[in-house]
């Protein structure tokens, strides 16, 4: 399937580039692609494509009736995955003790994919934003723009694809493509490239670039542009606030060149822009910023995830089973985090979600089209992988 997926990618290339003529058994085998992927989307119930939309933490399981770190696959977790065939999991450093007991977890996770890997993530930006156990020290994006020199930024981002790989990881939540405007912005800073728009692309793509060389896919957050907001997200929801025109020109711009150059995932961010949607409704729950403006503006067809929900300015704001049924609405293709799940204690929360949203879409109130595209996308990225 995977030679299929080239195939497949090498007609968009051309397709994009305007080539010449394409041969008939090539568009048979497009074709072949695609109607593998319907099928595939069109044989899973309703409950699977919503595992298939979640991407979730695992920060405790319960071993011998202990809550203990999820720091291997014991059989409370294996039931859990085994049950929910999820988008994937994010670890953080509380997951990965060292090289080798990190290499184990994330192949006794992978082998309990049946049909569709897992994702398998990461938030590895470099500098204060590292996470994986590696000797392999990434500077902070904005030490790398300051070099002047992007090809540091294909070093950084083919280093970590190159942990990635070795730890059995396959999804890098980076790079951060937000310009850095405003100097009392808590939470980018130094995550940022510069706070020049065009540095910020060029390092950025370049970032993508490195991650794809050792194939890993790649993350371009934080949607549509977090880097000029006085507050931080993690604790609250942020804004803003800009005409369009200056947030087509800025904020838009390195996502822009990150989708010209085959970006595999965009993360959304939980912020307010009133000059793209109204006065309360973050990005994250937007659909005139998901669905409008990313995907049908800029022409994203890649896979939408959200920021985490776990978040402040969306746990302290909305009730999260309501706000993960917006979100989906809006256009995300995989929902961050939306609730908390230890295997073996606490699965009701999640389990609950599950079937809420199924409610929904037997009720119409989510269209299961809706649901069939975000599958869809999510699928062939994992081809790559």
């Known amino acids: 399937m995977k030679k299929l997926l080239k195939v497949f990618l090498s007609f968009v290339l051309i397709l994009t580039l305007g080539g010449c003529s394409i041969a008939k058994d090539e568009v048979q085998n497009i074709d072949s692609?695609?109607?593998?992927?319907?099928?595939?989307?069109?044989?899973?119930?309703?409950?699977?494509?919503?595992?298939?939309?979640?991407m979730l933490s695992i920060d405790n399981v319960v071993d011998n009736g202990k809550t203990v770190r999820f720091t291997n696959v014991n059989e409370e977790a294996k039931n859990f995955l085994n049950k929910h065939q999820l988008a994937g999991i994010i670890l953080f450093e509380y997951n990965m003790v060292n090289k080798e007991q990190t290499q184990k977890l994330t192949k006794d996770i992978q082998a309990l994919s049946k049909d569709n890997k897992f994702f398998i993530a990461v938030d590895q930006e470099g500098g204060k934003v590292s996470k994986i156990p590696t000797s392999n020290k990434t500077k902070s994006a904005r030490e790398i723009g300051n070099t002047k020199n992007s090809k540091n930024a294909f070093i950084a981002g083919s280093t970590i694809g190159e942990d990635f790989e070795t730890l059995g990881l396959n999804l890098d939540f980076a790079p951060v493509m937000d310009v850095d405007t405003n100097p009392k912005n808590p939470v980018i800073g130094n995550r940022s490239f510069s706070s020049d728009e065009k540095v910020v692309a060029e390092f950025g793509v370049e970032f993508i670039k490195g991650l794809k060389s050792k194939g890993i896919l790649?993350?371009?957050?934080?949607?549509?542009?977090?880097?000029?907001?006085s507050g931080d997200s993690h604790k609250e929801l942020v804004k803003v606030i800009h005409a369009i025109d200056r947030i087509e020109k800025v904020e838009l711009?390195?996502?822009?060149?990150?989708?010209?150059?085959?970006?595999?995932?965009?993360?959304?961010?939980?912020?307010?822009?009133?000059?793209?949607?109204?006065?309360?409704?973050?990005?994250?729950?937007?659909?005139?910023?998901?669905?409008?403006?990313?995907?049908?503006?800029?022409?994203?067809?890649?896979?939408?995830?959200t920021d985490a929900?776990?978040?402040g300015a969306i746990s302290k704001n909305f009730n999260i089973k309501d706000a993960v049924e917006k979100s989906i609405n809006a256009g995300a293709d995989i929902i961050l985090m939306p609730v908390a799940v230890v295997p073996g204690g606490n699965e009701k929360e999640y389990e609950e979600l599950v079937t809420y949203i199924k409610d929904k879409v037997i009720k119409g109130e989510i269209s299961e089209e809706r649901l069939n595209d975000a599958v869809k996308r999510i699928l062939i990225s994992k081809e790559k992988i």
């Open 218 to 229: 790649a993350t371009a957050k934080h949607f549509p542009g977090h880097g000029d907001t």
């Open 253 to 305: 711009y390195p996502f822009k060149k990150a989708i010209e150059n085959n970006i595999d995932m965009i993360m959304v961010g939980h912020i307010i822009v009133p000059a793209l949607d109204d006065d309360k409704t973050p990005a994250t729950l937007s659909k005139a910023m998901i669905t409008d403006l990313l995907k049908e503006k800029m022409g994203f067809n890649g896979v939408v995830i």
């Open 309 to 311: 929900f776990n978040m």
């Open 33 to 54: 692609y695609q109607d593998i992927i319907k099928d595939k989307v069109k044989n899973m119930s309703i409950e699977e494509k919503i595992d298939q939309m979640m």
